[in-house]
């Protein structure tokens, strides 16, 4: 009965650690709790267009002064140990000036100036420094591929790390993005060639202040400047656990049992009786009443 209970345990907790939340966009994502968010207005394209014939996110911008995202809340909160993976083709090899294809941040930005990283506390009208909360994200400034982390509770706590050595992006390529997080205090950014997550093309880990826990996603693009260009897709967004307990990792395996005993039926012990009923005692607890049978 222990041991059944142990099992039941390990698999209710695989169903919570194993939660996912994965975007395809295989429809519009602003018709389906996504919200859009365009301040730039310079710029004769919007941010965000959905692309309904190749079910995707594409991304256009010229130039601008502004910003533009799209956003949802997680279906799960995240914590620790997690990964979010990502598409993203560029269809520029210069992606100048600054492009967030993910931020992760535990509230719903609110404000004048939206963007998460922008707002600046002492002067609102001009951009940054970043807004006093945590978040993570993976940005490609020019064609080149990076982290990004604050710590809103520290005035320093915000950094920019480039891969090392430098990944560089180039245009009209597909490049599958994971971005895994390591006991809330460890971030490795990966990139990979194939939509299997076996082609490495660059990896690089770096050491991160311990965040709230995240439930926002944003997909923001351009930071601000007035020379952007910026064009390209994103797809197949999959956030779940890297290192949950699943069904695939619970081996079951019996032993053989053994006899430890043999009994009367009153319970005492005896040898091997022909013709007589017998219980016999197994060293997994189960018992049987035998009787062998000679003439």
């Known amino acids: 009965m222990k041991t059944f209970l142990s099992i039941l345990l390990i698999l209710l907790l695989s169903s919570v650690v194993d939660a996912q939340s994965i975007y395809v966009f295989s429809v519009d994502p602003l018709s389906n709790g996504w919200s859009y968010y365009d301040d730039y207005g310079s710029s004769p394209y919007p941010g965000f267009g959905y692309n309904s014939a190749n079910e995707r996110i594409d991304y256009k911008l010229t130039t601008s002064v502004d910003a533009s ?75 080149e591929l990076r982290f990004f982390n604050r710590n809103g509770n520290q005035l320093t706590g915000s950094s920019i790390m480039s891969m090392n050595p430098t990944f560089q992006m180039q245009a009209n390529t597909t490049y599958r993005v994971e971005l ?25 880990t770096y050491s991160i202040p311990v965040l709230e826990d995240m439930n926002h996603l944003y997909i923001a693009n351009s930071n601000g400047n007035s020379n952007c260009t910026q064009f390209g897709y994103l797809d197949n967004y999959n956030i779940d656990a890297c290192s949950g307990v699943g069904l695939e990792s619970i081996t079951f395996v019996t032993a053989e049992k053994q006899l430890v005993k043999i009994v009367d039926l009153l319970g005492r012990e005896t040898q091997i009786t022909p013709n007589t009923p017998l219980i016999y005692v197994f060293s997994d607890g189960s018992s049987e009443i035998i009787m062998k049978i000679e003439e």
Not at 99 to 112: A, D, K, N, Q, R
């Open 69 to 143: 995202f799209i956003h949802t809340q997680l279906s799960s909160t995240l914590s620790k140990d997690y990964c979010i993976r990502f598409e993203i083709t560029p269809a520029n090899s210069n992606n100048y000036n600054t492009f967030f294809p993910l931020i992760l941040t535990p509230y719903e930005v609110t404000g004048t100036h939206l963007h998460p990283w922008r707002q600046n506390p002492i002067s609102p009208s001009a951009a940054g420094p970043m807004q006093n909360i945590d978040f993570l994200a993976v940005e490609v400034y020019s064609s």
């Open 180 to 204: 895994e997080i390591s006991n809330s205090t460890t971030a490795t950014l990966s990139v990979y060639q194939d939509a299997g997550y076996t082609n490495l093309l660059g990896s690089s």
